[in-house]
């Protein structure tokens, strides 16, 4: 059983950063795109980034474009975020994703299969 397990959430002002770990279990192959979700109260799921194990061309939400950066350790079965520049709109609780396919990235909540338990951000203005 795949399990997601997110670190590294806290509260912030406004521009500065903070960087959100996850650690997956069970991986059985490289065939596997992680992705970083977000939900304010209130509001739907956001995607906000994704990447490939394989394939190292991530994907990034319009909201984070050139503030957040996703990366992967696949021999560490991580994938982190760097968020920079954060601002009172950040403010979420964020959600580690996984899904048993390397490509096409999946850029919707609905077609990841495993999820971590969430670690909340927030940011002051």
């Known amino acids: 059983q795949v399990q997601l397990v997110e670190s590294g959430g806290g509260m912030v002002q406004a521009g500065g950063s903070l960087r959100l770990s996850c650690t997956a279990s069970?991986?059985?192959?490289?065939?596997?795109?992680m992705g970083w979700f977000r939900q304010a109260p209130g509001k739907e799921r956001e995607f906000v980034a994704a990447v490939s194990w394989s394939i190292n061309v991530p994907k990034y939400g319009e909201s984070v474009k050139g503030r957040f950066t996703i990366s992967r350790d696949s021999a560490k079965n991580s994938v982190f975020l760097q968020m920079n520049s954060l601002k009172p709109e950040d403010t979420a609780n964020y959600y580690c994703?996984?899904?048993?396919?390397?490509?096409?990235?999946?850029?919707?909540?609905?077609?990841?299969?495993?999820w971590g338990q969430g670690t909340q951000v927030t940011v002051s203005s």
């Open positions: 994703a996984g899904r048993p396919i390397s490509w096409p990235l999946g850029l919707t909540a609905n077609v990841y299969d495993y």
């Open positions: 069970a991986l059985t192959n490289s065939r596997w795109t």
